[in-house]
């Protein structure tokens, strides 16, 4: 049972390097966002999709860009990352409607220096 | 704009003892889902409990209660023969009836429970 996976599990990265957080899913979920998790602040919600070819912004987008071309797979790009985005971030999923469950993945540690 | 709001920042219970986190939350909508999910120090989220707003009776998950006061927009969860492997943080969540691009959670900053031997 994979369910939600993400790599990589930690990352350092230098102020200004890019990368890809990646996600991927095996229940057919239509539904997948990303959210990061900062000490006293909750999870907050990135960006999500509710189907392949259909992204949009969440609470606190600016810095991240998101594609989804399967169902499968929601990747998540810091273009140019920055201290601010030292977090962890979480990949989830789950069916449109009704009171489902989002199931999520592992969660990614990412320290910009 | 719904919101959740969990006041107590930490909490500590004895082994075997009984807890209660506390939840509030805002909507102007009347039907909705509520949760609570456990992250403990591995940092996977794992969903503790669900109620759906339209239920009346308060959801139970073996040693996990709610209890669910819809006027109040109260959501408290209840920890019953505590166990030294439930201290985590634990997160109250919403969510939307409405599907689609409002399936998404909205969560409270977070409670960190620990559990004293």
């Known amino acids: 049972n994979a369910g939600v996976t993400q790599t990589p599990k930690f990352q350092v990265l230098k102020t200004g390097q890019s990368m890809t957080l990646q996600c991927a899913q095996d229940?057919?979920?239509?539904?997948m966002s990303w959210y990061r998790q900062d000490p006293g602040m909750g999870l907050r919600l990135i960006h999500y999709s509710v189907g392949a070819g259909i992204t949009d912004q969440g609470e606190v987008p600016n810095g991240y860009n998101v594609s989804r071309s399967t169902t499968e797979d929601f990747p998540l790009r810091l273009l140019s990352a920055a201290p601010s985005q030292t977090s962890v971030y979480f990949c989830?999923?789950?069916?449109?409607?009704?009171?489902?469950?989002?199931?999520f993945g592992p969660g990614t540690r990412l320290l910009v220096l | 704009a719904q919101t959740v709001t969990q006041s107590q920042p930490e909490m500590s219970v004895q082994e075997a003892e009984t807890v209660t986190l506390s939840c509030t939350y805002d909507?102007?909508?009347?039907?909705?889902?509520l949760f609570w999910y456990k992250q403990p120090p591995s940092r996977q989220m794992i969903l503790v409990i669900r109620?759906?707003?339209?239920?009346?009776q308060n959801a139970t998950e073996n040693r996990f209660s709610v209890n669910f006061q819809k006027a109040a927009k109260s959501f408290s969860l209840k920890i019953s023969d505590s166990q030294l492997g439930d201290a985590a943080m634990y997160f109250c969540?919403?969510?939307?009836?409405?599907?689609?691009?409002?399936?998404?959670?909205?969560f409270g900053k977070g409670i960190t429970l620990s559990v004293r031997p």
């Open positions: 989830a999923s789950s069916n449109l409607a009704g009171p489902e469950t989002q199931y």
């Open positions: 229940m057919n979920h239509e539904y």
């Open positions: 969540a919403y969510r939307s009836p409405l599907g689609g691009a409002n399936s998404k959670l909205t």
């Open positions: 109620q759906e707003a339209y239920k009346q």
């Open positions: 909507t102007s909508e009347s039907d909705y889902y």
